[in-house]
């Protein structure tokens, strides 16, 4: 099965300041990347997706990006506002499968 | 749209119990899901459904019972709880396969004592 692999598990930057996270994937049959913010007490809604067809995508302070050589994926936060403090997963399915693979999370921390 | 509504929001079990967790979605999704939640764990799938009538484990079903009668509801069920089934429970539901977006409800702490 698929085996999605996630870091940091923890991460504090400034307000204003840039936060990455990066996930790596097992199988080569996966094709679709989605991010997902769980805030306190919540379940954890979609923020981005990516497909394997396309290499990067960006929503206002939101990007991921996709190697698929490689089998790594990325969020990328920028000018991080205190409101994004959450766990963020990343997960990953194959359109044939039903199934979404998550990693571990990551605990964003923005200190105002 | 009330979209994915889980019931109860906490229950405390002791070992041995049964219990049922309820799952409604209203946005007419055909495939549902049971996830875990556990510290430095992420979410790991214990069963899904991909319509009414059928339903497949995920990668820790051992000790879960699923039933989908009806496109809206999938409950949990847990026939003899164990203290390893201390978690937060989630469930989701996708329009389709594959790569489509979950819609995950409130989650359900459960703690078997």
């Known amino acids: 099965g698929e085996n999605v692999e996630q870091h940091p598990s923890t991460l504090s930057v400034q307000e204003g300041d840039s936060a990455v996270i990066k996930c790596t994937y097992s199988d080569s049959a996966s094709n679709y990347f989605p991010w997902y913010k769980q805030e306190l007490g919540k379940g954890p809604q979609l923020i981005i997706d990516i497909r394997s067809n396309v290499g990067e995508k960006k929503d206002q302070r939101i990007a991921v990006t996709l190697n698929k050589t490689a089998k790594h994926f990325s969020l990328h936060i920028t000018e991080t506002q205190p409101e994004d403090s959450a766990v963020y997963f990343c997960?990953?399915?194959?359109?044939?499968?039903?199934?979404?693979?998550f990693g571990t999370g990551t605990r964003l921390t923005v200190i105002p | 749209n009330a979209g994915v509504t889980q019931t109860p929001k906490f229950q405390v079990l002791k070992t041995g119990q049964s219990m049922t967790l309820q799952c409604a979605q209203d946005m007419n999704h055909e495939y549902m899901s049971w996830y875990r939640q556990d510290p430095g764990m992420g979410l790991r799938l214990i069963h899904y459904s991909v319509g009414a009538g059928i339903t497949d484990q995920g990668e820790v079903p051992n000790g879960y019972n699923v039933s989908r009668s009806t496109t809206e509801d999938f409950p949990l069920r847990l026939l003899s709880a164990a203290p390893s089934q201390t978690s937060v429970y989630f469930c989701?539901?996708?329009w389709g396969r594959g790569n489509t977006e979950a819609f995950f409800g409130q989650g359900t702490r459960l703690t078997v004592v």
């Open positions: 989701a539901s996708m």
């Open positions: 997960a990953a399915s194959n359109t044939g499968a039903n199934n979404l693979f």
